[in-house]
């Protein structure tokens, strides 16, 4: 007997019924986005290694650790490039704009879905190839559109019945501002080097903003008492902050300031935000993001401000099931059930028009090609089980006459009624 294959560790197959989740959650994103004004990229799986240290961050844990990446088979010259399975897609969101220079007349606003992979430990909503959804506004500088994206994710969680939430937000300044910060938080990390734990010693001098992140218990007091970034931001920097707060206030949305949000990339500037949730454990941020005005210019492109978030599909997904939030079951209008096989030219003639007119249609099929197609209570056993509100009866009887019988199979005893086969689209409207 063959080898029984499974699934790469910590990359999921998505089966129905749960497949229908996803399709709910991505059919209400592509409806907002559209509201929004928000336009779809796609953009490659697989991209130059060099992307991701350029934009990420050579010293950070994502390019150090957890990115998927290989030296592809050389070329005719001898040349071998090295490629990596995207660990999020901003970047490339970043170098496509760049790339065709999609800023030339003006700023874009784009959302993206799709899968990232990471090759992390798997635990609950943290998985090797997890899902994505993106929204990224380029070209643009001024804190309404950090504040539209905010508004944008908040009318997700409203659409989706998702409220067991709250909204985190810091600024981090500018480049200048943060090396002011950054010297003279290493300097109180130093004097404090007896309390920092192995990560928190491996980080002092390549990211220490970084340690103000840190979950580890012990060290809570003396992060909490580390230098500011928010004491070290000029009038710029403050006022942006201020006027994204404004407009939050002004909309209803409840935000909560968090001086250690520092997010763990490092083309952050200005705004940083996170929406969090104390359901999933540890793996809490559902979605989250920031301004990252220097990242175009430093990824080759011409230099332009940008903002942007990204969700985790899974964990949203994950959240709503235990808020008991669930789409409507997806069932078929009608199930077919089929006595004589010799009827079937006849019986997919007359479903491919109702499936023409906009009825979804279930038709019976044996198993085996030595079945029969079964008795007409099996038939309606599975009829019944498929969800779908009629059944479609082509008897002989029916057939004769040139016509099928609907039979209703939800609410209540109603009779079944028989419906020419030559005026399909007439009836057809009822079954939808």
């Avoid at 279930?362 to 599975?382: C, D, L, N, V």
Wanted: proline share 5%; hydrophobic share 40%.
């Amino acid at each position: 007997m063959a080898e029984k294959l499974t699934a790469v560790k910590g990359m999921n197959d998505i089966l129905p019924p749960e497949s229908a989740r996803w399709e709910w959650l991505e059919d209400t994103v592509r409806s907002l986005m559209a509201r929004y004004a928000y336009r779809n990229i796609r953009t490659p799986i697989l991209e130059h290694t060099r992307l991701f240290v350029r934009s990420i961050g050579e010293v950070t844990d994502i390019v150090e650790k957890e990115m998927y990446s290989f030296e592809d088979r050389a070329d005719k010259h001898g040349d071998a490039e090295h490629l990596t399975l995207r660990p999020e897609n901003t970047a490339s969101v970043v170098r496509a704009v760049s790339e065709h220079n999609l800023l030339y007349d003006g700023g874009k606003r784009l959302y993206y879905m799709g899968p990232m992979f990471r090759r992390e430990r798997p635990q609950r909503g943290r998985y090797r190839q997890f899902h994505q959804i993106g929204a990224e506004a380029l070209g643009f500088a001024g804190p309404e559109v950090d504040a539209e994206l905010i508004l944008l994710a908040a009318a997700l969680w409203r659409e989706l019945g998702l409220s067991d939430w709250r909204l985190e937000i810091n600024s981090l300044g500018q480049p200048e501002e943060r090396a002011q910060h950054r010297a003279q938080l290493i300097a109180y990390l130093e004097r404090h080097a007896d309390r920092l734990d192995e990560e928190a010693r491996r980080r002092l001098h390549s990211n220490p903003l970084r340690i103000l992140d840190t979950k580890n218990p012990a060290m809570q007091d003396l992060v909490n008492g580390a230098p500011r970034l928010i004491d070290f931001l000029g009038a710029s920097s403050l006022a942006h902050f201020d006027a994204l707060k404004a407009m939050l206030d002004a909309n209803g949305v409840p935000w909560t300031f968090n001086p250690r949000l520092v997010r763990g990339l490092d083309y952050y500037n200005l705004s940083v935000f996170e929406f969090v949730t104390d359901r999933l454990g540890s793996q809490g941020t559902i979605c989250a993001g920031g301004r990252y005005d220097y990242l175009i210019g430093q990824m080759g492109g011409k230099a332009a401000p940008a903002v942007g978030w990204a969700l985790g599909v899974e964990r949203v997904l994950e959240l709503l099931k235990e808020q008991g939030a669930q789409p409507s079951e997806v069932a078929p209008a009608a199930f077919a059930v089929v006595p004589d096989a010799q009827a079937l030219p006849q019986v997919l003639q007359c479903l491919q028009a109702l499936r023409a007119a906009g009825v979804s249609v279930q038709m019976h099929a044996p198993a085996g090609a030595s079945e029969g197609m079964g008795s007409m209570k099996s038939q309606f056993k599975r009829a019944d089980a498929s969800g779908a509100r009629y059944a479609l009866i082509f008897g002989q009887a029916e057939l004769a006459q040139g016509c099928v019988a609907v039979k209703p199979l939800r609410g209540g005893a109603q009779e079944q009624v028989l419906e020419p086969l030559s005026q399909v689209d007439q009836w057809a409207p009822r079954l939808r």
